[in-house]
């Protein structure tokens, strides 16, 4: 019974000590606003050109090229809109920023290796690039 009782102490002081370390939250300001949305807007529609061109292009060679706005520009513009947002509402945060700065460097990082190595993938097989994807033969060439 003594550790039970000493256990619901110690979180109670947790609890507590975690209250105490509320961030002031602030509304934001109407610039802020319409940075966050003009941002959070303009991210979205390159997101969502880059998945409808994915979606019409002819062969995976292609659709895999079409993802390029949508990683490049599209979540970058999306991560900016949360760190306004944050800086809006809480102040400025040191922490806000290095993160934002970190998760846009590895995602377009990883996002150039990962294309690099599905393009490497989609030659090595030597993937004829010219027959749709949807199983339809390849157009005779013209002599």
């Not at 019974?1 to 110690?10: D, E, G, K, P, Y």
């Not at 000590?17 to 602030?26: F, G, H, I, K, P």
């Not at 390029?68 to 970058?76: D, Q, R, Y």
Request: overall charge negative.
């Amino acid at each position: 019974m003594a550790v039970s009782t000493a256990a619901t102490a110690a979180s109670t002081n947790e609890l507590l000590l975690a209250a105490s370390e509320q961030v002031e939250y602030q509304e934001p300001s109407w610039f802020a606003v319409v940075l966050i949305g003009i941002l959070a807007i303009t991210g979205s529609v390159f997101v969502l050109v880059s998945a409808r061109a994915m979606y019409l292009a002819p062969d995976a060679l292609s659709q895999l090229n079409m993802t390029g706005p949508a990683m490049g520009v599209g979540i970058p513009l999306l991560i900016c809109a949360n760190l306004v947002f944050h800086f809006a509402t809480e102040g400025f945060v040191l922490g806000y920023l290095i993160r934002a700065c970190v998760a846009i460097t590895a995602f377009l990082v990883i996002s150039s290796v990962g294309s690099f190595f599905m393009g490497r993938a989609l030659h090595a097989t030597h993937w004829d690039h010219t027959v749709p994807l949807s199983g339809g033969t390849r157009q005779p060439d013209a002599k």
